[in-house]
């Protein structure tokens, strides 16, 4: 009997030590700042689930630097969820990559890129937007759990190597800005 209560009690503290941190819910205003819909608002909710690793951002730094945009696109679709992203309580996109990178102030940047949902139009011809097929949410926060972001839909990617770390480069369908960010 204390075998199996022993046995037991590991088993729950190595499931709570394999499970992590909880998720983390961020909430904010979408304003669509796009030609086709400049000033819509809806509601925006993000969910972290677990952080990406520095080693998930050196492998698609990689693929992007040895086989481009292609190759970070494979491997972004080849990476497990971490989150997910759902605007105006419709059905959300898995989110494959999201960094959480801490200030000392307490303020922090928080980086999301997720393949871009290509339209059928876009999918079927040879049209330049499918040459931006990533989605990049930027969010910064203050201590208080506040702030702000951006999402870029429609996206090229690069590596910025004098701050290690992902960027995007341009935009080509558009902006959204992230307003009244709360961490929830």
């Known amino acids: 009997m204390k ?3 022993a046995l037991a009690v590991s088993l729950s503290a190595s499931a709570a030590a394999i499970s992590g941190p909880p998720a983390e819910r ?3 205003f979408a304003v669509n700042m796009t030609n086709g819909g400049t000033g ?17 951002r ?3 730094a ?4 040895e086989q481009g945009p292609d190759g970070l696109l494979k491997k972004l679709r080849q990476l497990p969820r971490v989150g997910y992203v759902r605007v105006a309580g419709r059905l959300g ?4 990559f999201a960094r959480d990178v801490r200030h000392s ?14 339209s059928f139009s876009e999918a079927s011809g040879a049209t330049p937007t499918a040459e931006y097929p990533f989605t990049v949410i930027e969010l910064q926060v203050d201590a208080a759990g506040r702030g702000d972001g951006r999402m870029s839909v429609g996206a090229k990617i690069k590596v910025h190597k004098a701050s290690d770390q992902i960027e995007h480069e341009d935009f080509v369908a558009g902006s959204v800005l992230l307003k009244d960010v709360k961490v929830s």
């Open 3 to 5: 075998i199996a209560m």
């Open 105 to 118: 102030d307490g303020s922090r940047r928080i980086v999301m890129v997720l393949p871009r949902q290509l």
């Open 58 to 60: 050196d492998d698609l």
């Open 26 to 28: 961020f909430t904010a």
């Open 93 to 96: 996109n898995d989110i494959p």
């Open 40 to 56: 819509r608002s809806s509601q925006f909710e993000l969910v972290i689930d677990r952080w990406s690793t520095a080693v998930d």
């Open 62 to 65: 990689i693929s992007l630097e």
